[in-house]
């Protein structure tokens, strides 16, 4: 590391830099695609043949299969970019929170209801 | 001469628009955000701006990972909106001022800010919605310059240098000759983080702390490195450089006319301020 820190030195947080930028690419490019429906759409129709076309790799096709936001996570996919995947979903945040988080979506929002105390 | 006359900083959560679509400005959860802007409109009822300058951060609509600029500025005559991936309603366009836009681009890199200029560009709801929390009606009565801040991906610019970039900012507004009325709106934030164990995050304490600081001390915020923002307020809560540049483009002393904080919309602490220059 050029300075002796830690690339990602908070605790349950994985920042989104060069490193994660260069391993999520394709997987990112796949969600990019998203913002345009008919891709959705071609997604939702062959999702094999989608995530060929954009070259993903065996972790994040597998990240892809499972709809795990932290195997995403680990694949390189940036939380702006997922966000599209989840769309595709009907998954709004809560819901990611809740998958990520170990919890159901009634204690995550619980969760955040709390942090305003 | 060209005035700035006040910021509007607010967060820009996607599913404001969503609301915004269903009617549910009132319903229980929605309220303690909406109602911070009536006093907001009055205001922009009463000081008739001319453009406004906006600062926020692309979500992957008008930028990829393939070219990420650190500080780019709009330069087209319009700007639309899209579809962003889960079907957010799009609004009418915004009108572009090129004029502006490339007079704040040439006094920006003259001053060493090594702007990209961007002659087509798609805004996403961190432009549209704040647009649309000040003129429900969407009746743009605005010319618009987006100004983009790279908050996705690291390294991202330091606060001091967001501080820097408002400054600047204001002296190339300070310097068109037309004589027109600015505001300056800065999106995003405040402390949320979407992503990763610590999802869920928010940080009430930091949030009051920095929008006290943008009354009364501006350059707090500067103290921080981006990864230690991202600690205090969350990945996504480091959206906060958009505030910090708007307020760098008022000058020390400001009034606060109004504030609101509000937990939660979505994963995400909102909060908004309305800052007057104090002159």
Known sequence: ?117 | MAKIVGAITTSHVPSIGGAIAKGLQQDPYWKPFFDGFPPVRDWLARVKPDVVVLVYNDHGLNFFLDKMPTFAIGAASEYRNADEGWGIPTTQPFRGDPELSWHLIEQLVAEEFDIVSCQEMTVDHAFTLPMALCWPDQKWPVRTVPVVVNTVQAPLPSAARCYKLGKALARAIASWPKDERVVVMGTGGLSHQLDGERAGFINKEFDLQFMESMVSNPAWATKYSTVELVELSGTQGVELLNWVVARGMLPEKVRKQHSNYHIPISNTATGMMLLEPAT
Not at chain 1, 35 to 46: H, I, Q, Y
Not at chain 1, 73 to 95: P, R, T, V
């Open chain 1, 1 to 117: 590391m050029p300075n002796g820190k830690s690339r990602q030195p908070v605790p349950g947080t994985t920042i989104f830099d060069g490193e994660q930028a260069r391993k999520g690419y394709a997987l990112n490019k796949m969600c990019y695609s998203f913002n345009d429906a008919a891709n959705r759409k071609a997604f939702v129709a062959d999702e094999d043949a989608y995530c060929a076309k954009f070259g993903l790799n065996a972790q994040q096709r597998e990240a892809i299969r499972s709809r795990n936001v932290l195997q995403l996570i680990e694949a390189g996919g940036n939380a702006y970019y997922l966000a599209k995947f989840a769309g595709i979903f009907g998954l709004d945040m809560q819901d990611i929170g809740a998958q990520q988080t170990g919890m159901t979506k009634d204690q995550f929002k619980a969760k955040l209801q709390a942090a305003a105390r």
